[in-house]
């Protein structure tokens, strides 16, 4: 894997992880709670000759923090940046918070050739636990924090989440349960553009885990964000929820190389 680095006007630096390959590029928009090693199972497992470039949004190392005034717009403009220095046309992948991020930019861009989305949130997402979460990671409280995300939020067994703090993982998450405070706020003080989703004119793929079809918040938040794409084509992943990238790596890679060829 090679890095990609781009420096932003307001001075943050984003780093790219890039997999060298030939044809259209593939650009992943990873969501809250992840980074762009969250990611590498499913970039290994992609059976595409394509490039694939994984972003570390902000707020996670090695890129820089989120910076003043951060906001869907900052993501949204990160974004064309990376694509706007990649000069050629790309497919982008959005799973989750990042998912909304590259619908957002697909909208406002003519050289992206496909957009496959997994699991795309839009508010309302949650906002009840923003302030809980905050308050949180105010106190330095992140184990809290990122117990809010899987109870509240995400409405995890207690079991499976007594199960995820035992393991190797939670240490993982752990500390971007901060950046998950402020993308959770972002998530809800953004009005989707439905009407823009709905005209978007490239080939889309949704992704959905079986276990979230019509359980909140993720099924049915994904339900309204595919009632505004009437055309693209829903895909469900077999016995997955929202954590493919971590839980079934390759079935995942698998529905992204085949939106993509």
Known sequence: MNE???DRPDGIELVART??????????????????DAWQQVVDAIELPNPVVVVNRRGRAPSGPFGDGYSLRTEIDDLHHVLDSLGEPVVLFGHSYGGLIAQEAATERTDVRALVLYEPVVRPFGPESMAPMREAVRRGDLDAALEIVNVDIARVPAAEVAELRASELWAVLRP?????????????????????????????????????????????????????????????????????????????AAEISAAVR
């Open 176 to 252: 971007l349960a901060a950046a998950a405070a402020e993308e959770l706020a972002v998530i809800n003080d953004h009005e989707p553009g439905f009407e823009r989703y709905a005209a978007l004119d490239v080939a889309i793929t949704l992704i959905l885990g079986d276990r979230n079809e019509g359980v909140p918040p993720y099924g049915t938040v994904f339900d309204s964000v595919a009632a505004a794409m009437p055309r693209a084509k829903v895909v469900r992943l077999v016995d997955q929820g929202h954590l493919a990238h971590v839980e079934g790596p390759e079935g995942l």
């Open 19 to 36: 997999r060298p390959g030939e044809g259209t590029p593939l650009v992943l928009v990873h969501g809250a709670l992840a980074d762009a």
């Open 4 to 6: 990609l680095r781009f």
